[in-house]
């Protein structure tokens, strides 16, 4: 990154410090933030360990809901003149941006944290909205349970994927995080608590995916459970041209049934690696990697050598599997910590590894942000898997940077936000841009607009954790608002309570 850049005018001393900054973020990294976050996770391990052992949460959930009853009646009492949202603070989520609103909307706190109920009867699981994906991979594992999507990385919420979304590598087979939810348990604008459900109260229940905390709070959502196995037989497949790469990525999604787990890594515009995994209970000894262990390499630059190795098949333990990109941030930490993947590095302090996303997002300063929002994409855009090939192209003439991640996922002809092309089921991929283009011409907004017109013009759909440069009506001609609207207008108090979706994710709401 060029630390430089937008500071040509600025004293030498400035330009100094900005060189710093950013070429040596890595000397604060590690001496502040890995052990903030060791601490941070610690902290947090104690704490479920104690209150598992005392079983109080399923005890403690209604009276943590009437508390949010509460804060919303408190609001309605004082005039209701503000807009709500969660009061989680900006710098906790899972996206560079934090919402201006938090500081001019009324903030409802909704921190429920727990795990409710592990049902192996109905084979589901009921969780508090701020339950995390680390935490319930860490809770189901043992006792052989597994959620049909693992979103990666470990600090996303059941919250902020149901009311944003979540993709994961199973996502062909079982579409987005909201295809795995049953139900959900809100708290409305008028204090009421409702549940709704595929079959109760289901226009609710199709609208609340997508649409960011304005329709209500989330108090708990029961997700579906599968079997976990021990294993994912991962099979590697080297492609060394965009059509070979694009048609086995598409031919292996279609196998529904077949495959548990298909991926994509883009290497250049010529080439990359397929990835299709099976859950198993047997292994060969001889072929098991665990790739979470913390001297092993960054998963992206081990999948890299099957290209020149000529792919070749291994038994990933499956907690490793799911958080096989959490190490390296899929691959930002080589710019943060540039050695990060160095045998001595690795073996000496990979443990601590990865500081928490929170704390960097928190600790990062103006500086180091806009060296970000100038020199980096962070984007998913989500396509129609037929167009995969032809949207390389374009993220390659736009930003010609790699890796790309690739992630398939099925989207059902359900009613709400998202409505898939033809209003057909189909298989849709996406399309994950993470890091500094080498494309010259970049430019942030310029070229995040040239993408968003392409992903439209192929009825695609932007993930909204991401900077947006949409205007509302670009934006409302890629969602389908019907539902949701009709919905507010149903709902009581709701269009005074929330704000609409594009106030909370467009570019000037967030700082
Ligand atoms: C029937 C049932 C009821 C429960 N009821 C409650 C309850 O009322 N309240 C409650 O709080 N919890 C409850 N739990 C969940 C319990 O708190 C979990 O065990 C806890 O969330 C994590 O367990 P652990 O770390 O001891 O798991 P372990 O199996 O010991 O952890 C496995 C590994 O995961 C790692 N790990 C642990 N947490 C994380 C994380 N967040 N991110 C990344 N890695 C992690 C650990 O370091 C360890 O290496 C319940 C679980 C069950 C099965
Ligand atoms: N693998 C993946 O699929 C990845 C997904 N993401 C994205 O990250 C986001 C999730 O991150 P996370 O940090 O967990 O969530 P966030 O805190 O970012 O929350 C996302 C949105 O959900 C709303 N929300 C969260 N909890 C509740 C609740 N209990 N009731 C009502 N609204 C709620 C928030 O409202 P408010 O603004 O009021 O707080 C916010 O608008 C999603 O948007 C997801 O798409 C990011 C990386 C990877
Ligand atoms: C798998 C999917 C769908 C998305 C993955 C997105 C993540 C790679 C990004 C989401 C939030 C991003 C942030 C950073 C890196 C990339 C993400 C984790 C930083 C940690 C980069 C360093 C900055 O100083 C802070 C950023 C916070 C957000």
Redesign the pocket.
């Known amino acids: 990154m060029d630390p430089m850049a937008g500071l040509e005018n600025a004293p030498m001393s400035e330009k100094l410090f900005a060189y710093i900054l950013v070429n040596y973020r890595w000397v604060f990294v590690l001496l502040f933030l890995l052990p903030l976050s060791l601490l941070y996770?610690a902290f947090?391990?104690v704490?479920?360990?104690i209150?598992?052992r005392?079983?109080?949460?399923?005890r403690q959930h209604d009276a943590r809901v009437k508390d949010v009853q509460r804060q919303i009646t408190a609001w309605a009492a004082s005039g209701g003149r503000q807009k709500l949202c969660t009061a989680r603070p900006g710098w906790q989520n899972m996206s560079f941006r934090r919402g201006k609103y938090k500081k001019t909307h009324y903030n409802v706190n909704v921190n429920l944290?727990?795990?409710?109920?592990?049902n192996p009867n109905s084979r589901t699981v009921r969780c508090e909205p701020m339950v995390?994906m680390?935490?319930l991979?860490?809770?189901?594992?043992?006792?052989g349970w597994t959620i049909p999507i693992v979103p990666e990385l470990?600090d996303l919420t059941v919250g902020g994927l149901v009311m944003g979304t979540g993709v994961e590598t199973s996502s062909h087979a079982h579409g987005l995080f909201q295809h795995i939810c049953e139900s959900y348990e809100l708290v409305l604008a008028d204090g009421s608590v409702v549940t709704c459900s595929a079959t109760e109260n289901s226009d609710l229940f199709y609208a609340v995916p997508w649409s960011y905390g304005t329709l209500g709070f989330l108090v708990s959502a029961t997700i579906r459970l599968i079997p976990a196995h021990s294993f994912v037989r991962l099979t590697y497949i080297p492609c060394h041209s965009l059509e070979e790469l694009s048609k086995t990525f598409a031919d292996e999604s279609a196998k529904r049934e077949e495959n548990d787990f298909v991926e994509g890594l883009v290497y250049s515009a010529e080439s990359g690696v397929v990835m299709v995994g099976k859950s198993t209970n047997q292994a060969d000894p001889d072929r098991i990697n665990r790739i979470g262990d913390y001297w092993k390499p960054w998963f992206f630059k081990h999948v890299e050598q099957f290209l020149k190795t000529g792919g070749g098949v291994e038994f990933i333990p499956t907690?490793h599997y799911y958080?096989r990109h959490s190490r390296s941030i899929f691959w930002q930490m080589q710019d943060i910590v540039p050695f990060g993947n160095h045998p001595i590095f690795r073996y000496l302090l990979g443990w601590a590894v990865p500081p928490k996303v929170s704390l960097m997002k928190l600790t990062q300063g103006e500086t180091v942000k806009k060296m970000y929002e100038t020199h980096q994409i962070i984007q998913d855009m989500l396509v129609p898997i037929t167009d995969l090939a032809g949207a390389i192209k374009v993220f390659h003439r736009e930003i010609n940077m790699y890796p790309l991640w690739l992630c398939p996922f099925y989207l059902p002809d359900n009613p709400g936000m998202l409505r898939p092309r033809d209003d057909r089921s189909q298989m849709y991929v996406d399309i994950g841009a993470y890091g500094a283009p080498k494309n010259p011409e970049y430019k942030a907004e310029a070229t995040t607009r040239r993408l968003e017109a392409y992903v439209r013009e192929v009825r695609g759909f932007q993930m909204l954790y991401a900077d947006t440069f949409m205007t509302e009506s670009e934006f409302e001609a890629m969602f389908d608002h019907r539902l949701y609207d009709r919905l507010r207008d149903k709902l009581a108090r709701t269009k005074d309570a929330f704000p609409r979706v594009y106030d909370k994710i467009n570019r000037s709401a967030r700082d």
């Not at 005392?54 to 399923?58: D, E, H, I």
């Not at 991979?137 to 006792?143: D, E, I």
């Open positions: 996770d947090f391990y704490r479920n360990k209150i598992f005392l079983r109080s949460a399923p944290i727990d795990i409710l109920e592990v995390s680390g935490q991979t860490a809770t189901l594992l043992p006792l470990d907690r958080h």
